[in-house]
């Protein structure tokens, strides 16, 4: 994972806003099929995965026009990396993406979860985990319901897909995470603007104790 010079903000300006996901998971899990499939619709057999990719997209969620950045954390074979602490700081959510033909793939799933949660913590991160290939049911390795186990246990979404074979499974997943952030970055700019204004009540008011004017006359409607 290459991640040292990423933007490091959430970002919404005035009806447009901006999430970012972190797409993480074993080699060869799908995650460039997943991430591609979400955003062209197209599912393409082999990508060059040296590289993290950050992809852009521009669309529409609950009447709010929203870019997504997904960056496809590419991953070597064989190694756990770890996560590191800029790519935590920049994504607003992760998707950890693994085989159900590959339990190893599960295992490392359980593992970047637990990171992500830990890198994020205390903060409420969403992470979205998705257990791909589904059309390869007769080589499953790993049961739907262990999936469903796990998402219960760090409290994260779940869903099973085949990025090769269906299309809407994939929509689906994606857009309940996007759903999510948008909900989240549009509460945490509802939050701040009731912080700012309650502290320009409270400066008013002690503005006017000091100099005994009536400055402040009512409280602003937050
Ligand atoms: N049958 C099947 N094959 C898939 C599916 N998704 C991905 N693949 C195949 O699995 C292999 C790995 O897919 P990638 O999307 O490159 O996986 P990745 O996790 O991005 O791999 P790295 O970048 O190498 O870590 C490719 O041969 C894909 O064609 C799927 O849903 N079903």
């Not at 290459?2 to 998971?25: D, H, I, W, Y």
């Not at 913590?121 to 390869?136: F, G, R």
Request: hydrophobic share 35%; net charge positive; with cysteine.
């Amino acid at each position: 994972m290459k991640s040292e010079k990423l933007p490091m903000t959430t970002e919404m300006t005035g009806g447009q806003t901006t999430v970012r996901v972190a797409v993480l998971g074993s080699p060869r899990a799908g995650k460039s099929a997943v991430t591609v499939r979400f955003l062209t619709k197209r599912f393409i057999g082999e990508y060059n995965s040296s590289e993290d990719m950050v992809y852009r997209h521009n669309t529409k969620i609950d009447e709010n026009q929203v870019d997504i950045e997904v960056m496809d954390c590419s991953c070597p074979e064989n190694q756990s990396l770890p996560i590191p602490e800029t790519l935590a700081v920049w994504a607003d959510a992760f998707v950890v993406v693994y085989s159900i033909c590959d339990r190893s793939s599960f295992q490392e799933a359980k593992r970047l979860i637990c990171t992500v949660q830990k890198l994020k913590s205390p903060s409420y991160v969403p992470v979205m985990l998705i257990a791909n290939k589904t059309d390869l049911d007769h080589r499953r390795e790993v049961e739907v319901e262990e999936g469903q186990e796990l998402s219960l246990e760090y409290g994260c979404r779940f869903h099973e897909v085949s990025a090769a074979d269906c299309y809407i499974s994939v929509h689906i997943a994606f857009t309940g995470l996007m759903k999510e952030i948008v909900t989240m970055v549009q509460n945490q700019k509802l939050n701040s603007l009731k912080r700012r204004k309650s502290s320009l009540y409270s400066v008013s008011k002690a503005i006017q104790s000091m100099f005994g004017k009536n400055l402040v006359k009512r409280k602003p409607s937050i």
